[in-house]
């Protein structure tokens, strides 16, 4: 049996992309619903404050409703919770998230651009060149899942195709079925992650096995069988990711991503963190570096700079460009993508611990590079709390870098880090906008540009 069900009339949409609505002076968040219907939802969990549930009748549509083009979506129970956005017209989700980082920008940093940026938008669909698969075997039905789970639920979708992969992955899930089936060890491999790049010029696909057993002699010639039969490359996970290694000496042992407009190839790991979306990255740092604008006799630091998906592409530009990041094995392959890309004399990389960086850290730079002209700051989903407090500390008097270009993946700390140094250390929010980095989901990609406020 189903919960208890309600109709009201939805006033917003929230971060997460649920409609917002109130009933007996409580916030109702409705999964499926968009602002300006009127729903009759399903109650699935009660506060008291709050409550949420799911869209299960439509009275009044809004014009911004669309039928999602993957039968796996919707608002029948067992929907894939990959996308949950797939019911609203791609230009209308652009809309909201700006108005998601808006409000974020807003509410919990209390600052508003004096520019927003025009959102970077890339293709709508098999635009995911990265997915993490769950792969489930079920005994009781003698069979294999692999997916998504469902929405708001530790469930795997019984999913048969996929929009926004490339289509020969989307064919590829039925088969895959079969295969971890027939394996020994299918009910000791909880996921398959996807990974999307070239090699020499020529786009190849890897599937990285996650297994908590080591495979038998059988399940290493089913394995090899089938990327052979479907020319994708195939490579085992026992434990971290750094431990994913292809399954034969003929695999490739890495992939490459391409920055054309400044002329870079940037090797990776199938189990690296990249962004999904080549084509939206591409454009993502070609903004961030107009916006930057680095000028030939520039010295520029790239917090958390990971691989260089920023470094490289800058240092094409500016005079020098430091790579900060937290990971010493990523910095050390982060300087051999510079080697690779004849730009070693113009970038270093440095491991250092990111949230506890400070005033000092940042003198210590100064003092060993000379004056720090621009920023670019790309931190993980809590942010670079300890990155801003030090750079709003700064005073203005001590040579602040003129231009700080921050990308983040979360609308909240963006806000509350670009509030501290708005309120507290004096910088200007010049500009900000979104990046439709996964179209179709609630996730928000944006950009902001910060300068040093102007004397009075």
């Avoid at 004056?371 to 801003?388: E, W």
């Amino acid at each position: 049996m189903g919960g208890e069900r309600f109709e009201v009339e939805v006033e917003s949409l929230d971060q997460e992309g649920r409609g917002v609505a109130h009933r007996d002076g409580k916030a109702v968040f409705i999964d499926g619903a968009l602002a300006g219907e009127t729903v009759v939802y399903e109650r699935q969990r009660q506060k008291a404050r709050y409550e949420s549930g799911r869209a299960v009748i439509l009275a009044h549509e809004s014009a911004m409703r669309v039928t999602p083009r993957c039968p796996h979506a919707g608002l029948h129970l067992g929907a894939c919770g990959g996308c949950s956005m797939q019911h609203i017209d791609a230009r209308a989700q652009v809309a909201v998230k700006q108005r998601v980082l808006e409000d974020a920008l807003w509410h919990v940093g209390r600052v508003r651009p004096q520019m927003v940026l025009r959102p970077i938008v890339g293709p709508a669909w098999r635009y995911r060149h990265r997915a993490r698969f769950t792969s489930r075997y079920i005994a009781k039905k003698g069979g294999v899942l692999i997916g998504f789970h469902e929405r708001a639920s530790s469930y795997v979708a019984d999913i048969r195709q996929c929009e926004v992969v490339p289509k020969k992955i989307s064919d590829l899930l039925l088969p895959l079925r079969e295969l971890v089936c027939e394996l020994s060890m299918r009910d000791r491999m909880p996921q398959i992650e996807l990974a999307v790049g070239t090699v020499s010029g020529h786009e190849a696909i890897i599937l990285v096995f996650r297994v908590l057993q080591p495979p038998t002699d059988a399940d290493r010639m089913l394995l090899l069988e089938f990327g052979r039969l479907h020319a994708v490359g195939i490579w085992l996970q026992p434990a971290g990711p750094d431990s994913a290694a292809p399954l034969a000496s003929d695999q490739p042992r890495q992939l490459e991503l391409s920055l054309p407009e400044f002329g870079i190839t940037l090797p990776f790991s199938p189990t690296d963190f990249t962004q999904v979306n080549h084509q939206a990255n591409e454009v993502l740092v070609a903004r961030a570096a107009r916006l930057l604008a680095p000028e030939p006799r520039d010295v520029v630091v790239d917090f958390f700079c990971g691989l260089g998906n920023f470094t490289l592409p800058l240092a094409t530009r500016a005079s020098h460009v430091i790579g900060l990041e937290g990971s010493a094995s990523l910095v050390e392959r982060a300087s051999r993508a510079a080697q690779l890309n004849g730009l070693r004399d113009r970038t270093t990389f440095e491991a250092r611990n990111l949230s506890g960086f400070t005033s000092d850290d940042w003198h210590e730079l100064v003092q060993r590079y000379g004056a720090i002209d621009k920023v670019l700051i790309d931190p993980p989903r809590d942010g670079a709390l300890a990155v801003v407090q030090a750079l709003s500390a700064l005073p203005p008097e001590s040579g602040r870098p003129s231009k700080i270009v921050y990308v983040s993946c979360n609308p909240a700390t963006l806000a509350r880090d670009c509030g501290l140094m708005v309120n507290q250390g004096g910088w200007t929010l010049r500009a900000a906008g979104v990046v439709n980095m996964f179209p179709h989901t609630s996730h928000v990609e944006s950009i902001a540009l910060l300068e040093p406020a102007s004397d009075p």
